[in-house]
């Protein structure tokens, strides 16, 4: 089976970059607004956006966490076999 590669790098950080910036625009100092991100993979990108809107929107109060729902996931126990 071949990979493909759905973003590159660049691509994903130009991405990224645009996704803090339409938070930034939607939730202005993030006050009421929390990032939490379903681990494994969604702790890494939660991460990045926090790192984005900190160094690049000079904003410091953003409140973050993960989850991990692997337990809680419907599909957790079927045999797919």
Do not use: W, Y
């Amino acid at each position: 089976m071949n990979k493909k590669v759905i973003l590159n790098n660049n691509h994903l950080n130009i991405t990224l970059d645009r996704l803090a910036c339409q938070l930034t625009e939607n939730h202005l100092d993030f006050k009421d607004t929390i990032l939490v991100g379903l681990q494994p993979r969604g702790k890494i990108l939660c991460e990045k956006l926090v790192n984005i809107i900190k160094n690049k929107h000079n904003i410091n109060s953003v409140e973050n966490g993960f989850l991990d729902i692997t337990f809680f996931r419907d599909d957790f126990r079927r045999n797919t076999s």
